[in-house]
């Protein structure tokens, strides 16, 4: 049985809408699941199995979540911050307009100097070369040790190489 929400509490509306994202999410991989062809081999797991299984983990969360917003058990939410937000959001597109042209190292250095700005670290002659570091060492990897083709720009061909 459920216990009544606290009287000073209202039941949570936001954790009932989450509850039923998950839901409906969770009900969607159960039933595409489902329509996967099951060749369970000799272990008797199929490739439809695992979707059918975090859709059913998916519709538990859901009815824990039901359970928790009618005890109110939730944190208050912080007021959202609408800057470190604009800071993500203008870094991704920038991202995602530029990579092509300017290549992976530094669209993710532009990526990575606004994420660390969204986080507030504002000193972008620290961010930009430790973002120009990082990026350069995972297209090195993705591109020479995986072989995976990442785009590449003036940079990458002036260190590895065209």
């Known amino acids: 049985m459920i216990p009544a929400p606290d009287?000073?509490?209202?039941?949570?509306?936001?954790?009932?809408?989450?509850?039923?994202?998950?839901?409906?999410?969770?009900?969607?991989?159960?039933?595409?699941?489902?329509?996967?062809?099951?060749?369970a081999g000799y272990s008797g797991v199929g490739?439809?199995?695992?979707?059918?299984l975090?859709?059913?983990v998916?519709?538990?969360l859901a009815g824990w979540t039901v359970v928790d917003g009618m005890r109110g058990g939730f944190e208050p939410?912080?007021?959202?911050?609408?800057?470190?937000?604009?800071?993500?959001?203008g870094g991704l597109i920038?991202?995602?307009a530029s990579i092509h042209t300017i290549g992976f190292a530094l669209a993710q250095t532009i990526l990575f100097a606004s994420a660390a700005a969204a986080f507030g670290e504002r000193r972008?002659?620290?961010?930009?070369?430790?973002?120009?570091?990082?990026?350069v060492v995972i297209y090195g990897v993705f591109d020479r040790i995986l072989?995976?083709?990442?785009?590449?720009?003036?940079?990458?061909?002036?260190?590895f190489g065209g």
């Open 54 to 56: 975090i859709g059913w």
């Open 124 to 135: 972008f002659h620290i961010s930009i070369p430790a973002g120009l570091v990082l990026a």
């Open 7 to 39: 009287k000073g509490r209202r039941p949570d509306r936001a954790a009932f809408i989450i509850a039923l994202a998950l839901a409906v999410i969770g009900a969607v991989l159960i039933w595409e699941g489902g329509r996967i062809p099951s060749k």
């Open 147 to 159: 072989q995976l083709n990442l785009p590449t720009g003036p940079l990458e061909t002036l260190i």
């Open 94 to 96: 920038t991202l995602v």
């Open 47 to 52: 490739s439809g199995d695992v979707p059918r």
């Open 77 to 89: 939410r912080l007021k959202q911050q609408p800057v470190p937000l604009l800071w993500l959001l």
């Open 58 to 60: 998916l519709v538990a």
